[in-house]
Structure formats: structure tokens, C-alpha cells
């Protein structure tokens, strides 16, 4: 079992360091661990909490992506397709194999034989990997898959495999086993400025959001992993420094899945503007995405528009005929800001390459930029590459399992749930969500039986949950549980409100809260925005 505790900012600021990370993000959270596994004395710092971000925004797809072979980008297909199988292995109950629907329409902008080229060569530059090879379907074929795909025009289709993942708990996971390696990481420690000595940076302030006071953390050497913050935080060192980045926001809107009535995955073409896009299933629902469109404001402040939501309603009902979506029908919805390497004045934001830079500013601090989700792995030890001056391919970042993934069948834990008398449905939820934790999980109810009993009507989450997220995922706020490490923010109508005073009262038992801090930590819950 992983133990993981937030550093403190008195403990960070009397420790040597030979890194400091910005950033905990999927990317950041990568470098802790690759930095720590390398034996390096690194620690990490966020602004709010860990994959608050682009991190838990995402579409949730670990995938080589078969759109980037018609772009020619082979190189990072083939990276990413590496990294998938990799994912896949060390963290089997995070990151899953799922099947994807490409359905191929009269008049489609890529017909058919071009679609069976494109999946021919996806599964040649994924051979060896671990999930089933693509295959080409008639029309009469492709209904026998998906029955409730728009009929009229459809000549046909694929079949391919790719995987989905839970972005947030997939951060989490990471930093904590950059922790079990000897690293340190504070959410809720923003960064105020640079500490330079001799013209170079040598470390950061950093403000304690949770509980008042700055300190001065210093380290040998220090990497800006923000995301779509990272300009910012270069300007810190240059001010004059030019955008590295072009952001732009990307929306999803969840549904009932029965609503829509699919099983697999579908990858599609939206008839609006022709952009690719996706309708996934998870668990009973389904969510639909995602626009990409430039986005200005501040990144933490990006928000879902009507139109946007209107958009990808009508893209998906125009292949799903009979699910008749409305505004009515969305459950919940999320959007995000991508940060994206800048590319040629005046291309659409869809064609902006998904590659990535790892660069040294004028006082030596050290940026990660652009990448995407699947490829974290190899952006992060790139990055460390930069720092030690020489590569470590051993350090066993693609072998050692995430904490939860060290085993690959689940029915040891299925059958101790069905024993404890839980329904299929919660044990389901618990075994995706913790994998090999499960067992600790279980052991908290076995200690306190109130412990079983669900947090929210409408989801299958236990109290016990609570109690394991704060004594080992870093879960300091109620939103902490509620929207990165539970997801009840965008799984349930109510946004988890139902939840919110429940899992302050269960944190403020575990942490030792007054009851003046149990109230105001359920108030910032219930007064914010479902997501937030």
C-alpha cells in the first residue's frame, strides 16, 4: 500500500533539492516520478490541486491517434502508440482497452478504402502491442455492432482498439508513486515568483493557499510543467519572453448512455464542420466530444457555451438518428483548455500539431510544452534528460506499475466485495477506481460499517472512499474528492451537491477539523460552480 502526505511548505523550504517541478499536471506528476525513480531529491508544487487543470479535462483517451496518420504525423503516432501499451500494462485499472466504430457514410469526407488504408497502417505501427488488431465491416456488419447508427448513406465501416483512461485519478496515481520513491509534492502551493542567484534560477516563493505563509524552495534546478500556465510562469524569468503556446478549449457534455444506445466507442465526422470528433460510454453514461476553438481568457476560468453544447448535441444526433438529444437530456459537462505548441499563423485550431518542445529559457529554467495526455511519460523523461545531462531509459517508469496496478485479473476482489454485500454495481466502481487498493478500501469498511454506506443517492461511491482519499490520494478539499478522485461533479444531475456536506463531515473526522472548518469547507463546495 502507497502511502502518500502533502509536503509542507516548512519542509520543502529545508530541503536540498536537485528539482523542483511547477506544475502537477499529468506532465509535472510525470517528471516527479521519472525524476525520483532516477534518485534525484525532487519535489512538486501545483496551485490548486493536483490535474485540477487541462489533467482532469480531457477526453479521457490514452491512443495512438488515427486522425494524425492523415496528417503524416508517423513519429507521433508511433510514439504514442508505444506509450498506450505501456499504460496499459502499469496501470491495468486506469487505463482500459476500448473498441472504436468508425462508421463510413456516402458522400463522408474519407471513404471507405481510404479508412481501411488508414486502420491497416494504424495496426502495423502498433504491432506488438496489447490490444486486438483492426477490422473492416460491411454495412450489414457494422449494424450488427451498432444498431442504432444512422442507416441511410452508411456503406460500411471499422473497427479498431484503442484505450480510455481516468485522467484525474491517473495524475494521482502518478504523483504518488513519485512520493513512494522519495519525492514531495503540495497541492494548493502556488507560485509567486523565481529565485535567481547569479542571473540563473534557483528555486520559487511559493504561497501556501491551504493555510497562509510563503516560503523560498531552492533547487539545483527547476522545470515549468504548467500546461496552458506555462507562459506565464516563463514570463516570471523573461518577461519579454514571445508565446510558446496557442490554447485553445475543448468541451464535452455527458448523457445517458441508453439515450444514445452504443456500445463502443464511435469516431466520427461531425456534419456541422466536419471536424473529428467522439461519443464514449462510461459505465451508464456517455459523453460527447469535443469542440477545439482558440481560447484567450485566463485557463482557469474557460467555461461550456450554449452553442457549444448545442454543437455537439446536433453532431451526435445527426449520427444517431433516434436519441433525439436536447439541452434537457445533459446531465453535466466539463471544458478545458489544451495547451498546444504554436504553430502557422491563421491553422485551424484542430490541424495545431499535438507534438511537444522541452526547452531552457535565458536563466536556465528548464519548459515542457505542448504534448499530449498519452505521451506524458516520454515528455517527462526528456525533460529530466535536460536536467541530469544524460539518459536513463532504466529507470523503470514503463515497468513499474502505478499504485493499484500490480495485478491484472480482478476476482479476488469482486468476490470480496460480493461477500461484504455489496451490489455489482458499487464493486464495479470500486475495483475501476483503486484496482489492487480495492483491499484497503474494503479494509476501512471491515474497521466501520458505516463506512459502507453510499455518499449520493445516485452514485455507487462509499464513505470509506472519502476516508482513502485523504489518508492516501492527497485530498485536502472537499472538491479534491468529489470532482478529481470520485468524479460525482459530472456523473451525477446535481453536480455531487447531494454529497458535499457528507464528505466535509467524513474529511474533518479524518483530518481533524473543527467544526467551523467543516462548514466552510462544505460551503466552498456546495457555492461553487458543479466542477469547480
Same mark, same amino acid.
Given at each position: &500500500?502507497?502511502?502518500?502526505?502533502?509536503?509542507?511548505?516548512?519542509?520543502?523550504?529545508?530541503?536540498?533539492?536537485?528539482?523542483?517541478?511547477? /506544475? /502537477?499536471?499529468?506532465? *509535472?506528476?510525470?517528471?516527479? #516520478?521519472?525524476?525520483? &525513480?532516477? *534518485?534525484?531529491?525532487?519535489?512538486?508544487?501545483?496551485?490548486?490541486?493536483?490535474?485540477?487543470?487541462? =489533467?482532469?479535462?480531457?477526453?479521457?483517451?490514452?491512443?495512438?491517434? $488515427?486522425?494524425?496518420?492523415?496528417? #503524416?504525423?508517423?513519429?507521433?503516432?508511433?510514439?504514442?502508440?508505444?506509450?498506450?501499451?505501456?499504460?496499459?500494462?502499469?496501470? +491495468?485499472?486506469?487505463?482500459? +482497452?476500448?473498441?472504436?466504430?468508425?462508421?463510413?457514410?456516402?458522400?463522408?469526407?474519407? +471513404?471507405? !478504402? %481510404?479508412?481501411?488504408?488508414?486502420?491497416? $497502417?494504424?495496426?502495423?505501427?502498433?504491432?506488438?502491442?496489447?490490444?486486438?488488431?483492426?477490422?473492416?465491416?460491411? %454495412?450489414?456488419?457494422?449494424?450488427?455492432?451498432?444498431?442504432?447508427? %444512422?442507416? #441511410?448513406?452508411?456503406?460500411?465501416?471499422?473497427?479498431?482498439?484503442?484505450?480510455?483512461?481516468?485522467?484525474?485519478?491517473?495524475?494521482?496515481?502518478?504523483?504518488?508513486?513519485?512520493?513512494?520513491?522519495?519525492?514531495?509534492?503540495?497541492?494548493?502551493?502556488?507560485?509567486?515568483?523565481?529565485?535567481?542567484?547569479?542571473?540563473?534560477?534557483?528555486?520559487?516563493?511559493?504561497?501556501?493557499?491551504?493555510?497562509?505563509?510563503?516560503?523560498?524552495?531552492?533547487?539545483?534546478?527547476?522545470?515549468?510543467?504548467?500546461?496552458? !500556465?506555462?507562459?506565464?510562469?516563463?514570463? &516570471?524569468?523573461?518577461?519579454?519572453?514571445?508565446?510558446?503556446?496557442?490554447?485553445?478549449?475543448?468541451?464535452?457534455?455527458?448523457?445517458?448512455?441508453?439515450?444514445?444506445?452504443?456500445?463502443?466507442?464511435?469516431?466520427?465526422?461531425?456534419?456541422?464542420?466536419?471536424?473529428?470528433?467522439?461519443?464514449?460510454?462510461? /459505465?451508464?453514461?456517455?459523453?460527447?466530444?469535443?469542440?477545439?476553438?482558440?481560447?484567450?481568457?485566463?485557463?482557469?476560468?474557460?467555461?461550456?457555451?450554449?452553442?457549444?453544447?448545442?454543437?455537439?448535441?446536433? =453532431?451526435?444526433?445527426?449520427?444517431?438518428?433516434?436519441?433525439?438529444?436536447?439541452?434537457?437530456?445533459?446531465?453535466?459537462?466539463?471544458?478545458?483548455?489544451?495547451?498546444?505548441?504554436?504553430?502557422?499563423?491563421?491553422?485551424?485550431?484542430?490541424?495545431?500539431?499535438?507534438?511537444?518542445?522541452?526547452?531552457?529559457?535565458?536563466?536556465? &529554467?528548464?519548459?515542457?510544452?505542448?504534448?499530449?495526455?498519452?505521451?506524458?511519460?516520454?515528455? @517527462?523523461?526528456?525533460?529530466?534528460?535536460?536536467?541530469?545531462?544524460?539518459?536513463?531509459?532504466?529507470?523503470?517508469?514503463?515497468?513499474?506499475?502505478?499504485?493499484?496496478?500490480?495485478?491484472?485479473?480482478?476476482? +479476488?476482489?469482486? #468476490?470480496?466485495?460480493?461477500?461484504?454485500?455489496?451490489?455489482?454495481?458499487?464493486?464495479?466502481?470500486?475495483?475501476?477506481?483503486?484496482?489492487?487498493?480495492? @483491499?484497503?478500501?474494503?479494509?476501512?469498511?471491515?474497521?466501520?460499517?458505516?463506512?459502507?454506506?453510499?455518499?449520493?443517492?445516485?452514485?455507487?461511491?462509499?464513505?470509506?472512499?472519502?476516508?482513502?482519499?485523504?489518508?492516501?490520494?492527497?485530498?485536502?478539499?472537499?472538491?479534491?474528492?468529489?470532482?478529481?478522485?470520485?468524479?460525482?461533479?459530472?456523473?451525477?444531475?446535481?453536480?455531487?451537491?447531494?454529497?458535499?456536506?457528507?464528505?466535509?463531515?467524513?474529511? *474533518?473526522?479524518?483530518?481533524?477539523?473543527?467544526?467551523?472548518?467543516?462548514?466552510?469547507?462544505?460551503?466552498?463546495?456546495?457555492? =461553487?460552480?458543479?466542477?469547480?
Amino acid at each position: &500500500m502507497v502511502t502518500s502526505v502533502r509536503a509542507t511548505m516548512a519542509d520543502l523550504a529545508t530541503r536540498e533539492l536537485d528539482l523542483l517541478v511547477i /506544475g /502537477g499536471g499529468i506532465t *509535472g506528476a510525470g517528471v516527479l #516520478r521519472d525524476a525520483a &525513480m532516477r *534518485g534525484l531529491r525532487v519535489a512538486l508544487v501545483d496551485q490548486g490541486d493536483f490535474g485540477a487543470g487541462t =489533467s482532469s479535462r480531457s477526453s479521457r483517451l490514452i491512443h495512438g491517434g $488515427l486522425r494524425y496518420l492523415e496528417h #503524416r504525423h508517423w513519429r507521433l503516432v508511433f510514439e504514442a502508440l508505444r506509450e498506450r501499451a505501456v499504460l496499459l500494462r502499469i496501470a +491495468p485499472h486506469l487505463v482500459r +482497452p476500448l473498441g472504436f466504430i468508425v462508421p463510413v457514410h456516402q458522400g463522408d469526407r474519407i +471513404p471507405r !478504402w %481510404k479508412l481501411a488504408a488508414g486502420l491497416g $497502417l494504424y495496426g502495423l505501427l502498433a504491432a506488438g502491442g496489447n490490444v486486438p488488431r483492426p477490422r473492416m465491416f460491411g %454495412k450489414a456488419g457494422l449494424l450488427a455492432l451498432e444498431p442504432n447508427l %444512422k442507416v #441511410r448513406g452508411l456503406q460500411g465501416g471499422g473497427l479498431y482498439y484503442d484505450a480510455q483512461c481516468d485522467d484525474a485519478r491517473l495524475v494521482v496515481a502518478t504523483i504518488r508513486s513519485g512520493i513512494a520513491h522519495g519525492g514531495h509534492a503540495s497541492n494548493y502551493a502556488r507560485v509567486t515568483g523565481l529565485v535567481l542567484d547569479g542571473g540563473r534560477v534557483v528555486g520559487a516563493t511559493v504561497a501556501d493557499e491551504l493555510h497562509g505563509g510563503t516560503a523560498t524552495i531552492r533547487a539545483a534546478a527547476v522545470i515549468n510543467a504548467t500546461g496552458p !500556465w506555462t507562459d506565464a510562469v516563463r514570463r &516570471m524569468e523573461d518577461p519579454l519572453a514571445p508565446p510558446l503556446l496557442r490554447l485553445t478549449s475543448g468541451v464535452h457534455v455527458v448523457v445517458r448512455r441508453n439515450q444514445v444506445g452504443h456500445t463502443h466507442g464511435i469516431t466520427f465526422t461531425s456534419p456541422v464542420d466536419g471536424r473529428v470528433m467522439f461519443v464514449l460510454p462510461w /459505465g451508464d453514461l456517455s459523453y460527447i466530444g469535443t469542440t477545439d476553438v482558440d481560447y484567450a481568457g485566463p485557463p482557469g476560468e474557460v467555461r461550456v457555451s450554449p452553442e457549444e453544447v448545442r454543437y455537439l448535441l446536433r =453532431s451526435a444526433n445527426a449520427l444517431f438518428p433516434n436519441a433525439h438529444l436536447g439541452e434537457e437530456d445533459v446531465i453535466s459537462s466539463w471544458a478545458g483548455v489544451r495547451p498546444l505548441l504554436a504553430g502557422e499563423p491563421g491553422a485551424a485550431a484542430s490541424a495545431v500539431s499535438r507534438e511537444h518542445r522541452v526547452l531552457r529559457g535565458p536563466a536556465g &529554467m528548464i519548459t515542457v510544452a505542448g504534448g499530449k495526455l498519452t505521451t506524458y511519460r516520454q515528455m @517527462a523523461a526528456e525533460a529530466v534528460n535536460v536536467v541530469t545531462g544524460r539518459s536513463r531509459p532504466g529507470a523503470g517508469t514503463d515497468v513499474e506499475p502505478l499504485p493499484g496496478g500490480e495485478a491484472f485479473t480482478w476476482e +479476488p476482489f469482486i #468476490r470480496t466485495g460480493v461477500e461484504l454485500g455489496f451490489e455489482a454495481t458499487t464493486v464495479e466502481h470500486l475495483v475501476r477506481h483503486y484496482g489492487t487498493e480495492t @483491499a484497503a478500501v474494503y479494509n476501512l469498511i471491515r474497521d466501520d460499517r458505516a463506512l459502507a454506506e453510499q455518499i449520493h443517492p445516485d452514485h455507487p461511491a462509499v464513505a470509506a472512499e472519502v476516508v482513502h482519499c485523504v489518508r492516501r490520494e492527497l485530498a485536502v478539499r472537499v472538491a479534491d474528492v468529489l470532482d478529481r478522485r470520485l468524479h460525482l461533479t459530472v456523473e451525477t444531475a446535481d453536480g455531487g451537491r447531494k454529497a458535499g456536506r457528507r464528505v466535509a463531515e467524513l474529511m *474533518g473526522r479524518e483530518s481533524g477539523w473543527d467544526q467551523g472548518r467543516i462548514e466552510s469547507e462544505a460551503a466552498r463546495f456546495l457555492g =461553487s460552480p458543479p466542477g469547480d
